[in-house]
């Protein structure tokens, strides 16, 4: 007798294949987000960008949990999670369209609805918003001109002062206006991706 837990539960068997609104609940999303080796399974596939194999797929997530190298895991390591990722996770994730995994061969791929988890997780491969660094070089450069103007730089002295003003004014309404467009851009991607999660 196992002691895995095979049922799926019925938000997720209910997702089928051909569903073609890709939509999920929250409730199949936060319950596949709760387990650490399905979020590890994703995590594992963003890096990997490809088709993976459920045997180097579990030798990495065991490596995880161990705290070693794949090199230096047991059988019994690699077995114990290898049988879980068979037998539960990987069935679930595929039957909610998160991975298509193919069991015969033992091959596993993202899925379209991966993206719906993966805004839940905070994995290096997101990502940053990174824009206060260029409002930092935007005002250090700024004020490094500014500054060469009131000391008499050759170069710069030779500009009015409310030209250089001007140009750095300019630069930041410039750097603005980018970072409005650039959020509005990312605020649609993820009210379309919400749009999809019921």
């Known amino acids: 007798m196992s002691s895995i837990d095979t049922s799926l539960p019925e938000e997720i068997t209910s997702v089928t294949a051909n569903d073609t609104d890709e ?10 987000l709760k387990n650490r080796r399905r979020r590890e399974v994703l995590t594992y596939l963003l890096d990997a960008e490809e088709t993976v194999t459920l045997g180097e797929l579990a030798e990495q997530i065991a490596a995880w949990e161990n705290d070693t190298d794949v090199n230096a895991l047991s059988s019994d390591q690699r077995k114990r999670v290898y049988v879980a990722l068979y037998q539960t996770h990987l069935p679930k994730m595929d039957d909610a369209g998160i991975v298509d995994y ?17 805004m839940y997780l905070d994995t290096d491969t997101h990502q940053r918003d990174r824009w206060d660094r260029w409002y930092a070089a935007t005002s250090l450069i700024g004020a490094t001109i500014l500054a060469a103007a009131a000391l008499g730089v050759p170069g710069f002295a030779a500009l009015p002062m ?11 309404l410039v750097l603005s206006a980018v970072h409005v467009f650039v959020n509005h851009r990312v605020q649609q991607v993820v009210e379309q991706k919400l749009a999809r999660i019921t």
């Open 102 to 118: 193919d069991q015969d061969r033992g091959l596993i791929t993202l899925s379209d609805n991966a993206d719906l988890l993966v």
């Open 23 to 32: 939509t999920l609940s929250k409730d199949v999303i936060f319950e596949l």
């Open 162 to 172: 409310t030209v250089l003003a001007g140009v750095v004014i300019a630069a930041f």
